[in-house]
């Protein structure tokens, strides 16, 4: 008997040691899960290509150094990314960020710099699962607006991202010029505005985007000295998918417009633009906000439509490795040349934006030295970094921090990809110019 309970207790010990062995090894993830729900197809394919290049390549980054320092599995953990294609439909973004949530059950939710009627579904199921989620890129204003809605505004979404007007507070290291669009815009215009006849058009897309930078612009051209055509009936503010642009462009042309401002998405513009040159209607500059971002929508207007447009530009290769650091040496310049290498396309400025909104996360889980929903917030809350777009500090009642901007504009190469988009005009002592300014436009 004596012997039978002495068997029994050692199945029971051993049995209660594999037990807690394999409690604990449950304990401890394999890896850290981040999802992106993002528009790898469609209309904003631009805008989810290089995003999720650059989140790939900071995976790649971190995961050769072993991973992510948890002190609290005492381990470094490897990190997975899984991409989830949107399509570039709203309509799906929420399902499909939930799936991530649910039955993906990341750690943390990354999103591409897009259109923010994306950003909305993704940040109310961040808040509704507790998963820390941060946004790489796009204007704040229309951005902070859909969060105040929210009642209370969302609190595990994070942006880094532009202003379009709205100065920082006094005393932030980026209330000065090149943070705002406005500044960096209206620079550019200080110097060749005068040499048209301050005549202006404006034009945006109905979306949240569009709306917000037509709300905006027509008042602070015709602040800086510019007749603008239409304002008080809105002329320019079209459906997105527009197919016919003649009634538009004919006032425009009729009143002698030379300086075109706006944002709608690529494929609206290169339409508009097309039909504007067919009907001879040509200004001397032309400053679009989002169309022109990306080569596949330069490229796809035709001819040489795509000459001397400008666009504001967030990332840029040209970005110096002292104070734009990515993660184990890597730089702007090497990080654009993997994307070359790997796609034979010129740069997509997304790239930047989803390497440094990775490289954000994944030091707050390190700062946060837990998997903890709650704890990793909070760390982002605190971050203040250099990254490979610069400092990233928050400002913690907006779940905003600003990027330096510069302007771009498209110029023809004797390149095999024959279109680049390099710097034209910077605020910025840390980085000047790559190309003279294009005017008036080809």
């Not at 037990?19 to 394919?45: R, Y």
């Not at 654009?336 to 740069?347: S, V």
């Not at 971050?383 to 009642?397: A, Q, W």
């Not at 004797?414 to 110019?433: A, N």
Request: with cysteine.
């Amino acid at each position: 008997m004596k012997k039978f309970n002495l068997i029994s207790l050692f199945i029971l010990l051993v049995s209660a040691l594999i037990f807690s062995g394999n409690t604990q090894a449950q304990q401890v993830p394999k890896e850290i899960l981040i999802g992106t729900p993002a528009p790898m197809t469609g209309m904003f394919a631009g805008f989810g290509e290089g995003c999720v290049f650059g989140m790939k390549a900071a995976v790649e980054d971190i995961n050769k150094q072993g991973g992510v320092s948890v002190k609290k599995f005492g381990k470094k953990l490897p990190v997975k990314l899984i991409v989830r294609d949107v399509e570039s439909d709203p309509m799906k973004t929420a399902t499909l960020a939930e799936d991530l949530c649910v039955r993906d059950k990341v750690n943390a939710l990354l999103s591409p710099d897009e259109p923010v009627t994306i950003h909305g579904p993704v940040a109310t199921v961040a808040d509704k699962y507790k998963v820390p989620h941060v946004i790489g890129g796009g204007p704040f204003e229309p951005w902070n607006g859909m969060r105040m809605e929210v009642k209370p505004p969302w609190e595990y979404t994070w942006l880094l991202g532009f202003r379009i007007v709205m100065p920082y507070p006094k005393g932030d290291f980026r209330a000065k010029p090149g943070y705002t669009i406005k500044d960096t815009w209206f620079g550019m215009m200080n110097d060749f505005g005068p040499k048209t006849n301050k005549v202006a058009g404006v034009l945006a897309s109905d979306d949240p985007d569009g709306v917000g930078w037509y709300g905006l612009f027509p008042g602070a051209l015709k602040e800086w000295g510019c007749k603008v055509i239409g304002m008080e009936k809105k002329l320019g503010l079209f459906p997105m998918g527009t197919t016919d642009f003649t009634p538009i462009i004919k006032e425009w042309k009729d009143n002698k417009v030379e300086i075109l401002w706006g944002n709608c998405p690529g494929p609206d513009f290169g339409t508009l633009w097309r039909q504007s040159r067919a009907q001879g209607f040509k200004p001397k500059i032309a400053m679009i906000g989002r169309a022109p971002l990306f080569y596949v929508d330069a490229k796809s207007w035709g001819g040489d439509l795509p000459w001397g447009v400008g666009v504001e530009v967030w990332w840029d290769t040209a970005y110096p490795a002292d104070s734009c650091p990515g993660i184990g040496g890597t730089t702007a310049k090497s990080l654009h040349e993997k994307w070359t290498k790997a796609t034979g396309q010129p740069l997509n400025p997304a790239i930047g934006h989803g390497y440094f909104e990775t490289q954000v996360m994944l030091d707050a889980i390190k700062r946060a030295d837990t998997l903890d929903g709650a704890a990793i917030n909070k760390a982002i809350a605190e971050t203040d970094m250099k990254t490979i777009s610069g400092r990233v500090k928050f400002i913690k009642e907006q779940h905003f921090s600003g990027i330096p901007l510069f302007v771009g504009q498209w110029v023809k190469t004797d390149k095999p990809h024959v279109w680049e988009l390099p710097i034209v005009y910077s605020q910025h002592d840390w980085l000047k110019p790559t190309h003279k300014p294009v005017f008036p436009i080809p």
